[in-house]
């Protein structure tokens, strides 16, 4: 029997971590046609209102049932708007370990978001779900998405070498492919310890991650 994460809800200070809707297609679409977002995903470019459906409706809960992670919708828990997404992938569930990425909204960054976010996400995944290990994988030139890494406690482990591909504006403003490194960071339940409260970032904007 294949083992699968719950249909939850998660909720911060700040913010609730929920399953998307459809109703987050225009928002979900705008924020996938972001310069930076483009960057570092692999995300269809241009992202339409069509794309953000099949994955609303089809691919994320698929994820889920199929067992190899869960999407979640990152919401202020004012205005509920739509924040971000965190993405938990590649789940392996005898080794109690997932990979996790996200995607923060231009207009919702520099306000710690990310880090709030993937720290509750932590959180819930080593607290109730009983994980022992959590991945994130930052290409070399992210440095935003690195810093997120840092503040919620996660240890570098190396790179992979030329392991990505990210793109880049030519001179005439073109997109382009470019090879990239790959820097490899853990959180184990035990790195939480000494994280006492919800940290802040000041400039993450999203993580390696193959958003299909």
Request: aromatic share 8%.
């Given at each position: 029997m294949?083992s699968?994460?719950p249909?939850?809800?998660i909720?911060?200070?700040?913010l609730?971590?929920r399953?998307?809707?459809?109703?987050?297609?225009?928002?979900?679409?705008?924020?996938?046609n972001?310069?930076?977002v483009?960057?570092?995903?692999?995300?269809?470019?241009?992202?339409?209102?069509?794309?953000?459906?099949?994955?609303?409706?089809?691919l994320a809960?698929?994820?889920r049932?199929?067992?190899r992670?869960i999407?979640?919708?990152?919401?202020?828990?004012l205005?509920q708007?739509?924040v971000?997404?965190?993405?938990l992938?590649?789940?392996?569930?005898?080794v109690?370990?997932?990979?996790?990425?996200?995607?923060?909204?231009p207009?919702a960054?520099?306000?710690?978001?990310?880090?709030?976010?993937?720290?509750?996400?932590?959180?819930?995944?080593?607290?109730?779900?009983?994980?022992?290990?959590?991945?994130l994988?930052?290409?070399?030139d992210?440095t935003?998405?690195?810093q997120?890494?840092q503040?919620?406690?996660?240890?570098?482990?190396?790179v992979?070498?030329?392991?990505?591909?990210?793109?880049?504006?030519?001179?005439?403003?073109?997109?382009?492919?470019?090879?990239?490194?790959?820097?490899v960071?853990?959180?184990l339940?035990?790195?939480?310890?000494?994280?006492?409260?919800?940290?802040a970032?000041?400039?993450?904007?999203?993580?390696?991650?193959?958003?299909?």
């Amino acid at each position: 029997m294949t083992s699968t994460f719950p249909n939850i809800s998660i909720s911060t200070e700040r913010l609730v971590l929920r399953p998307l809707d459809e109703d987050d297609v225009p928002a979900l679409a705008d924020m996938m046609n972001d310069e930076q977002v483009v960057a570092w995903t692999t995300a269809p470019h241009p992202y339409t209102e069509a794309d953000a459906h099949r994955w609303i409706t089809r691919l994320a809960p698929d994820e889920r049932t199929e067992g190899r992670g869960i999407v979640l919708a990152v919401t202020e828990f004012l205005t509920q708007r739509l924040v971000g997404v965190v993405h938990l992938r590649n789940t392996d569930w005898r080794v109690r370990s997932s990979q996790i990425a996200y995607v923060i909204a231009p207009w919702a960054r520099g306000e710690g978001y990310a880090s709030e976010a993937v720290l509750a996400t932590a959180q819930w995944l080593f607290h109730d779900q009983k994980f022992e290990r959590l991945e994130l994988r930052t290409a070399a030139d992210n440095t935003a998405s690195q810093q997120v890494a840092q503040k919620i406690g996660c240890i570098s482990e190396g790179v992979l070498r030329n392991a990505w591909i990210a793109r880049a504006r030519t001179d005439v403003g073109a997109w382009t492919e470019v090879r990239t490194d790959v820097i490899v960071w853990s959180l184990l339940p035990e790195d939480l310890a000494g994280v006492t409260e919800q940290p802040a970032d000041t400039a993450g904007f999203t993580s390696y991650s193959d958003w299909n």
